[in-house]
């Protein structure tokens, strides 16, 4: 096509430099979701969970998510529709980066932790409803994704809950809960080793097997976990028989030096939760991007999938790390201290809890967001100790953001979409 020719490197370079807004968000916002409860139990400083988070998720990003990502992100729009009109749709994936991101960087300044892939669906919902076509949204595939406000949240915090709640019985109401906790802590181990591979295999390196023609099944995963598993309750076995136990700590906190160990297993898990959440939604900010490069590229041919060129990976992670580096501490801080106290063994049964719901998730096909998984595992947390301990103000401020997501995402992205449409004449 003519357009294309014509405006193809003015196109790309805007897309290049959405897609970067975009992925500055998810850094600001989703991976400082991920890190908030290693943060608020004091298991890492924030300067500690921004280096570790700038190291895992950028080589989850970029070792590990590049999946051949689909034109259409999610499926949410009929390509077929856009045959006759592939600039529409560059307009759209153009729009629907700078909304989403237009609304991440709004709520992270309010400290509001809400779903990255929640904005990029809204947003494309919103420019294909109104821009072309309510027949141009599966609209099948857009309420399973709200489903997801539901059985994220409820999962991870029943998950969270219970296992909070045999920490409590099993260690932290003894008499003795520093022998407790290292007889009980190794099993605790092996669940965070299996859950942690289980993950990183279904949603971290999974593109990376399948692009080796070695795809692995859920049975496949599982056995490779389990040995993963035990290996990590040895290693915390050897490094546990070395903790000696100050009792000068004891005297404001019986729990002291049971906390430490916990804190040292949480540096584990937010290293592997950093991985496979870079991974996986790298994606939200550079599928859209991928989508353009193709379209353009090929001149107007709209391609059922692209290959996602190592440049847009290095974007999408290099976005990712500067967003969670300058503005991530504000949401860190709403996920760690402000829906409720945290200490190391809170914080761990949360990012475990969070974990197996992603594992169940993935394994069964359930729709899930890394974001409601995670307030929904800090929440069940908070529960075990009674209503009492949560900021019920703030837990109420956070659904309200989560309500307002999808219409924010797609009235930014109908505004974008027509300023595109007018600003190249079309």
Known sequence: MEFFTEYGAILIIIAAMAGFFMAWGVGANDVANAMGTSVGSKALTIKQAILIAMVFEFAGAYLAGGEVTSTIRKGIVDSAIFAERPN???????????????????????????????SIVGAIV??????????????????????????SPVI?????????????????????????AKRYIPIYMFFVGFLIAMVTLLKGLKHVFKDNGM?????????????????????????????????????????????????????????????????????????PLAAVVSIVSSGGDIAAKSIMPPWILLLGGGGIVVGLATYGFKVMGTI????????????????LGAAATVVIASGTGLPI???????????????????????????????????????????????FFYIFKASFGQ
Request: hydrophobic share 55%; charged share 10%.
């Open 88 to 118: 529409d749709l560059v307009f759209g994936m153009l729009s629907a980066l700078l909304a989403a991101g237009t609304w991440l960087m709004i709520a992270s300044f309010m400290g509001w932790p809400v779903s990255t892939t929640h």
């Open 126 to 151: 919103g420019f294909a409803a109104i821009g072309v076509s309510v027949d141009a949204v599966h609209w099948g595939k857009v309420s399973t994704i709200v489903a997801s406000w539901v059985v």
């Open 156 to 180: 991870a915090g029943t998950l969270s809950f219970a296992l909070f709640r045999s920490v409590q019985r099993l260690i932290l109401l003894q008499d003795d809960p520093f022998t407790k």
């Open 215 to 287: 795809a692995l099944s859920f049975a496949d995963s599982a056995l490779i976990a389990s040995v993963v598993g035990i290996v990590v309750a040895i290693i915390g076995s050897y490094l546990l028989s070395r903790i000696k136990r100050d009792l000068s700590l004891e005297t404001d906190n019986r729990f002291a030096n049971v906390e430490r160990v916990f804190a040292v297993l949480m540096i584990f898990t937010a290293c592997a939760m950093a991985f496979a959440h870079g991974s996986n939604d790298v994606a939200n900010a550079v599928g």
């Open 336 to 351: 760690g201290r402000k829906i409720t106290e945290l200490t190391p063994s809170r914080g761990f049964a949360a990012e």
């Open 369 to 415: 967001s890394t974001t409601h998984t995670l307030v929904g595992a800090v929440l069940g947390v908070g529960l075990a100790r009674g209503i009492g301990a949560l900021n019920l103000r703030m837990v109420g401020s956070i659904f309200l953001s989560w309500l307002v997501t999808l219409p924010a995402g797609a009235g930014l992205c109908i505004i």
